[in-house]
């Protein structure tokens, strides 16, 4: 079994703190994606799980085995970079084959464990190729090919897709989603894409400046997320914020509920249902509506003007601007008849909005 512990993992050069105390679980079988503004240390947390860096203090442990200061060789893991450097001079097989061939492997193991991966990767017809006669997504596949014949018992990914066009990102995606159910084995995936990290997590690991802010399931962190920085994160477009001020705890109808008088928005008030303890009059909150929550029917009213609209086709984001220059992008149903220049009565619904301290800490409303 490969799972994967960190504990307390650090990451220095020199001076500089990357990775400051990180703890994650990862159990078998499982996808994990790292996500997190550039520079936050997603690549040098992977490449420590590795061995390609050392772990500066705290224990990684793959399976049960501590693993700080063994060989990369020796984790049973394999990486998958970006930059997928084939080989130029050898074909599709010699470049799967080249590590097994390198530490050893006997001919005929070689050759079954290469033709296997070739199957599960539909790369058969193109093994006597060189790698400049192949598209960007044959190569990457290539490049998981010489991964997945190494049998590791985790794979680590860094940004695979990224070099590749947008038709073909959507086409390996669905590939290493069906391998990750194929080989049933532990993936460790870095993206900066939104969908690739919701589509293929069963756990998104959201990081900033070498810290894990939040971890779970990929609606979870959408539905829950415990900060403004996830839950700007997660989300495209990103939430809303609208800051104010609580300046009630009204109740109706049996409900309790938190006024908040939003700035920039002509004292505009709002309701937010509240299950918990309302906060104290006189906290100032931000309050996070996520574009797909405004619609006709919202008990919340903004009054707004559209400043601009981006047509999709199937949908419509429209950038408004309140009296005060508050700025919400709004996920709007009637996209085709809007004009930018027209005021509006923007409604979303209160009751899935979310409040947040100034710090930017979640405060729970059940
Ligand atoms: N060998 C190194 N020596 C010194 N600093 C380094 C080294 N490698 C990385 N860093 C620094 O560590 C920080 C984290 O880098 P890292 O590559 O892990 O970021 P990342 O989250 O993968 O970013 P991106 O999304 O841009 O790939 C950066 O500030 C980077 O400059
Ligand atoms: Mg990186």
Request: glycine share 10%; charged share 25%; net charge neutral.
């Amino acid at each position: 079994m490969a799972d994967v512990k960190l504990t307390q993992v650090r990451k220095s050069f020199g001076e500089i703190d990357i990775i400051r105390g990180v703890d994650l679980d990862i159990k078998h079988g499982e996808f994990v994606v790292f996500v997190g503004p550039s520079g936050c240390g997603k690549s040098t947390l992977l490449r420590a799980i590795s061995g390609l860096e050392d772990i500066t203090s705290g224990e990684l442990r793959i399976g049960d085995q501590v693993m700080n200061h063994v060989d990369p060789s020796k984790r049973g893991i394999a990486m998958v970079f970006q930059s997928y450097a084939l080989y130029p001079h050898m074909t599709v097989r010699e470049n799967m084959g080249f590590a097994l061939k390198h530490a050893g492997v006997a001919k005929d193991v070689v050759k079954s464990k290469v033709d296997a991966a070739a199957k599960i990767l539909g790369l058969e017809p193109l093994m006597d190729r060189k790698p400049k006669a192949l598209s960007g997504g044959q190569r990457q596949r290539v490049a998981i090919g010489r991964a997945i014949v190494r049998d590791p018992q985790v794979f680590l990914f860094d940004e695979p897709l990224s070099n590749l066009d947008a038709e073909l990102r959507v086409h390996m995606r669905i590939e290493i989603a069906r391998l990750h159910r194929e080989l049933g084995s532990t993936i460790i995936y870095v993206t900066h894409d939104q969908v690739e990290a919701m589509t293929l997590a069963d756990k998104i690991v959201v990081l900033r400046a070498g810290v894990v802010e939040q971890v779970g399931a990929p609606l979870v962190l959408y539905d829950n997320p415990a900060n403004t920085f996830v839950a700007g994160f997660i989300g495209s477009p990103r939430m809303n914020f609208l800051e104010g001020t609580v300046t009630g705890q009204p109740r109706f109808n049996g409900t309790n509920y938190c006024e908040v008088t939003l700035k920039g928005f002509d004292n505009t008030v709002v309701n937010l249902p509240f299950a918990g303890a309302v906060p104290a009059v006189g906290t100032e909150v931000s309050v996070g509506v996520r574009p797909e929550h405004f619609q006709d029917d919202g008990d919340a009213v903004l009054p707004v003007t559209i400043d601009m609209l981006e047509h999709l086709g199937g949908e419509t984001f429209m950038y408004a601007r309140s009296s005060g220059d508050a700025m919400v992008v709004i996920e709007s149903k009637h996209g085709r008849s809007l004009r930018s220049g027209q005021a509006l009565e923007a409604r979303f619904d209160a009751g899935k909005a979310l409040l947040f301290h100034k710090d930017g800490q979640r405060i729970y409303a059940h």
